[in-house]
Every structure is written in structure tokens, then in C-alpha cells.
């Protein structure tokens, strides 16, 4: 391993999803906003809450629950969306994600990580970029530019 530990280190932005800790590389974050209003788009997937206005533009927000549990998020106090970046081809897509509640900005250094775990060929597991130590648990630790297929981000770029 030719690379050095610091430049394994990763810096997140970890959020929950129920009961679960994901993160995702705070370079792929602009901002985080309160939950708010959000206009509902007609013939939208399920997962796609609807567009928040973002300084005069139509930002795309996915409900994460619903992406990835295929339930709705309840809205608290806590809920909140994260405005990402995604690369689509030479194109950045800004997405909102809809999450229960932002955590903090931590740094996992390469000792912390781990690969995704191997769950056989029928299930996709490569949006996770790997799995990060957090105290007796695990942080999800996503990658924003495959959590979405190539179909979807062109879809959702042109609701934006």
C-alpha cells in the first residue's frame, strides 16, 4: 500500500436515517438547510419529496427513507435536507436529500474504515464507499455520485 494514512483520512458529514448513521464526503456538500416547503412535481418518482427554491432555482429533494427503506420521512424538528453535488458526466447535478437529522462533520482516518461488506450478487452495494467506525457502531459512508443510477440523475436534472 503505497498510500499514506493521511491520505486515507476522510472527512463526512454524518446524518441518521432511523436508527442508522450514514455519512457522505463533506467535499460533496454545499449546505444544510431546515426542512421546508417543498412543491410537489406531478409524475415524480416516489422518492423525489419535491423542489425546495434555492436562491431562484428548482433544487430536486429525495427523501432518503424512502430511497433506501421505501418509507416516508416524518418530519421533527430535526429534519433536515443536504444540498449535494452529484457528477454526472462532466455535469453537476445539485440534489437535496431529505434525512431525520445531521449529526456532525468527522474525520475517519483509513485504521476506521472498512470495505463494504460482500452481500452476495443480488444486492448492490457499491453507493457505499465504506463502512467507518463510530464508536461500538458503524457509519454508512456513501458515495453521492453512485447513489443514484445514471437514468435517475438525468431524470432528476431535469426537474432543476
Do not use: W
Request: hydrophobic share 40%; glycine share 6%; aromatic share 6%.
Amino acid at each position: 500500500m503505497s498510500e499514506t494514512i493521511a491520505e486515507q483520512t476522510i472527512q463526512v458529514l454524518t446524518f441518521e436515517l432511523g436508527k442508522e448513521v450514514y455519512g457522505i464526503d463533506i467535499s460533496s456538500v454545499r449546505e444544510v438547510l431546515e426542512q421546508s416547503n417543498l412543491t410537489k412535481v406531478p409524475q415524480m418518482p416516489a422518492y423525489i419529496s419535491g423542489v425546495i427554491n434555492l436562491r431562484g432555482h428548482a433544487v430536486p429533494v429525495v427523501d432518503m427513507n424512502k430511497k433506501f427503506y421505501n418509507k416516508m420521512t416524518e418530519k421533527t424538528v430535526d429534519t433536515c435536507i443536504i444540498i449535494t453535488e452529484v457528477t454526472m458526466g462532466e455535469d453537476i447535478v445539485v440534489i437535496g436529500a431529505l434525512v431525520d437529522s445531521v449529526d456532525e462533520v468527522i474525520s475517519f482516518d483509513a485504521f476506521n474504515q472498512e470495505p463494504p461488506p460482500k452481500l452476495g450478487s443480488q444486492l448492490k452495494t457499491d453507493f457505499i464507499k465504506c463502512m467507518a467506525k463510530k464508536d461500538e457502531h458503524f457509519a454508512i459512508i456513501l458515495d453521492v455520485n453512485k447513489v443514484f443510477s445514471g437514468e435517475e440523475i438525468a431524470g432528476i436534472s431535469d426537474i432543476s
